[in-house]
């Protein structure tokens, strides 16, 4: 969708029938309130929040939906520790979790097998250490993770090295901006347009749901209701 098409379809739904009551909107309230809604979208489709309570990849419509915003990212470098190795730090447009995978290799095993690595608890790792069925195995090519400080700890116990390593994790989405308009972000402008990387039939939900955020600021209660109705009926 344009985004001279996703302001006229705001202005429509913030408006009264007939009336211009918001005509004199600034063009950066509504980037910054769709921007915070495609964030809270998100979130909720990840919550699994939905009306069929889906979670991300439980169904085939959840994964069309989100895919644009799956990325997999792989780390330069990871250090070495003691019991695991520590990776530098997870993106900053990192938004959700969905799986570390990685390499295992060891003096006699060069070649490396396929990490399954699950994610663990930092507060339960010394029972996750502990439990036979858990810990580290590089005969089933098994361990976990965690994560602390923005950086993943990949789990080894001393019994293999993790190379190649991935972090597949779902990304904020890029903020829309128009064209010659205020950035807040960083006091300029946007030069030319950043449009929505979601479906047109998602960034109507989102209008939606941009169109409630915007005229609960404002006090229109009215709108308030019917847009946020709108949005959580069709998420």
Not at 28 to 33: G, L, M, N, S
Not at 75 to 80: E, Q
Not at 118 to 141: C, I, M, Q, R, T
Request: with cysteine; charged share 25%.
């Amino acid at each position: 969708m344009t985004n001279a098409l996703l302001q006229i379809k705001f202005k429509e739904r913030l408006n009264k029938l007939a009336s211009m009551d918001y005509d004199n909107i600034e063009c950066w309230q509504i980037q910054e309130a769709f921007n915070k809604a495609q964030i809270e979208w998100t979130r909720r489709m990840l919550n699994g929040l939905t009306s069929k309570k889906e979670n991300p990849e439980q169904s085939v419509n959840m994964i069309d939906n989100l895919q644009v915003l799956l990325t997999d990212h792989k780390f330069n470098s990871i250090v070495k520790r003691t019991r695991y190795y520590e990776t530098e730090t997870i993106p900053s447009d990192y938004l959700a979790f969905i799986r570390v995978s990685g390499d295992a290799v060891t003096e006699c095993c060069k070649e490396g097998r396929a990490l399954t690595v699950y994610l663990g608890e930092e507060a339960n790792v010394e029972s996750l250490l502990g439990d036979s069925y858990k810990s580290p195995n590089f005969e089933w090519s098994e361990t976990f993770c965690t994560i602390i400080g923005n950086k993943i700890r990949i789990y080894t116990d001393s019994k293999f090295d993790v190379v190649d390593s991935h972090l597949i994790y779902y990304r904020k989405p890029k903020n829309v901006g128009f064209a010659n308009c205020a950035n807040i972000d960083d006091g300029g402008s946007y030069p030319t347009d950043e449009i929505s990387e979601f479906k047109d039939d998602i960034v109507e939900i989102i209008i939606d749901e941009a169109v409630a955020i915007l005229a609960g600021d404002v006090a229109d209660i009215t709108n308030y209701q019917r847009n946020l109705g709108n949005s959580t009926r069709n998420t």
